[in-house]
């Protein structure tokens, strides 16, 4: 299994609170990404880096912020979160965006309730 | 812009086989299919590139028509242990990012 954590693995926040979640790899990949998962939505994506430093929106970024400072971590930010912002977040990372290299692995996830 | 899939979700019993169909009002130049098992992650099954090559993963295979913009992915004589959630992702190009279709639920019965 390829090593990515995240944390926390549960959480329960109130509305207007600030959330952060983090996504650990040990793999050294270069992209990282970020999804909620919904139920009829499928996964959609969120952030995506492709390097440190180096972030980029994805289908559904309002209301969240991102950052990488180190190749291994990337963090999911929640401003001021809102009911509609409960979901299953999955961080997920990939090699390269060429080809055969862009199989992505994905985190066990993080349960997030806003109430 | 997210792929189309269907059937929402099909019900098998052990022992018979199923189609899952992805389709896109874009042209495509991958297409990429995941299996979810309930309360896990998404795991890769596999990549189909442009050029309409079929691929295989033990009894699970599929096919990618580039000029329908639709991949088909075949699930042969089910197992128990086939049941999850099948999600195709879409790449317009080979360095755009994956976007997900809603995924199909298939559920294998003895």
């Known amino acids: 299994d390829a090593g990515i954590t995240q944390s926390p693995r549960h959480k329960v926040t109130e509305t207007g609170t600030p959330v952060t979640l983090r996504c650990h790899q040990t793999e050294n990949h270069r992209y990282m990404y970020w999804y909620r998962q919904d139920p009829g939505h499928g996964l959609r994506l969120i952030h995506y880096?492709?390097?440190?430093?180096?972030?980029d929106k994805g289908e559904v970024s309002d209301g969240y912020s991102v950052s990488r400072s180190k190749t291994e971590d990337f963090l999911l930010t929640l401003e001021s979160a809102t009911s509609s912002q409960t979901s299953v977040y999955f961080c997920?990372?990939?090699?390269?965006?060429?080809?055969?290299?862009?199989?992505?692995?994905f985190g066990p996830g993080t349960r997030l309730t806003v109430l | 812009q997210q792929p189309v899939q269907s059937p929402q979700a099909v019900i098998l019993r052990e022992g018979e086989d199923a189609v899952i169909n992805c389709s896109s009002s874009?042209?495509?130049?991958?297409v990429h299919w995941y299996r979810q098992k309930h309360g896990e992650a998404p795991v890769f099954l596999m990549i189909?590139?442009?050029?309409?090559e079929q691929k295989g993963h033990e009894k699970i295979s599929a096919s990618f028509n580039e000029k329908k913009q639709q991949s088909s992915l075949y699930l042969t004589a089910s197992q128990l242990s086939y049941s999850g959630t099948y999600f195709c992702?879409?790449?317009?190009?080979?360095?755009?990012?994956?976007?997900f279709g809603p995924g199909t639920s298939l559920s294998v019965i003895p």
């Open positions: 880096s492709y390097g440190v430093k180096d972030t």
């Open positions: 992702g879409t790449a317009k190009t080979s360095y755009d990012k994956v976007i």
């Open positions: 874009k042209a495509l130049y991958s």
């Open positions: 189909l590139l442009k050029g309409g």
């Open positions: 997920a990372i990939s090699e390269s965006r060429g080809e055969q290299y862009n199989e992505q692995f």
